[in-house]
């Protein structure tokens, strides 16, 4: 077996897509590529050496591939794949695991997140499309960008407001209350 290395973000994008305890990057990028899950894939003409390619230009372009493939594989109304407890462990503050899940929000209904935009406290801003106008809402948000999205997100609430926070994220995109509870209670 060959080691390949991919950025963060693609990584992450890949163990999302786990369907299975268990179930190996192997397995789930033959998946996604509707490629034979067993046995070898047939090669056109002799294995090529290794070369030096052009890192980010190779891995952005098959990172788009993947979510194309992908986005429609995923059912955008099936959240049980957010409850995910391998990927949250890697992840050992509650603010890294409450970006997580809302990046992980975000590639599974690009199109509607734009809803989160609309989620606000009394006195503050708790989503937007840039750093200034959470900052603008209040200096001391600590706001952080939502993984590889345009999304910024407020950081510096309590757990208990986190998770707040991604329960109506999840019930704006059309998750059930009960459900969206148990996935924010990972954070």
Not at 46 to 56: H, R, S, T
Request: with cysteine.
């Amino acid at each position: 077996m060959k080691s390949i290395e991919v950025e963060n973000d693609l990584y992450r994008y890949i163990a999302s897509q786990t369907e299975s305890i268990g179930e190996d990057a192997s397995a789930i990028l033959r998946r996604l590529l509707g490629l034979p899950p067993v046995g070898e894939i047939a090669v056109d003409g002799p294995l090529k050496d290794p070369v030096e390619v052009k890192k980010n230009a190779v891995v952005k372009q098959v990172a788009k591939e993947i979510k194309s493939i992908t986005a429609s594989v995923i059912d955008p109304t099936d959240f049980t794949w957010l409850v995910m407890p391998t990927q949250i462990s890697e992840h050992k503050a509650a603010v890294g695991r409450f970006l997580f899940l809302l990046e992980q929000l975000h590639n599974m209904a690009p199109e509607n997140f734009d809803a989160v935009l609309s989620i606000s406290g009394r006195d503050r801003v708790y989503f937007a499309k840039d750093e200034a106008t959470l900052l603008a809402s209040n200096a001391s948000t600590k706001p952080k960008q939502i993984g590889q999205t345009p999304y910024w997100v407020i950081t510096n609430s309590n757990t208990g407001k986190k998770r707040s926070m991604l329960t109506q994220s999840l019930e704006l995109l059309g998750c059930e209350k009960a459900q969206a509870k148990t996935i924010a209670e990972q954070i």
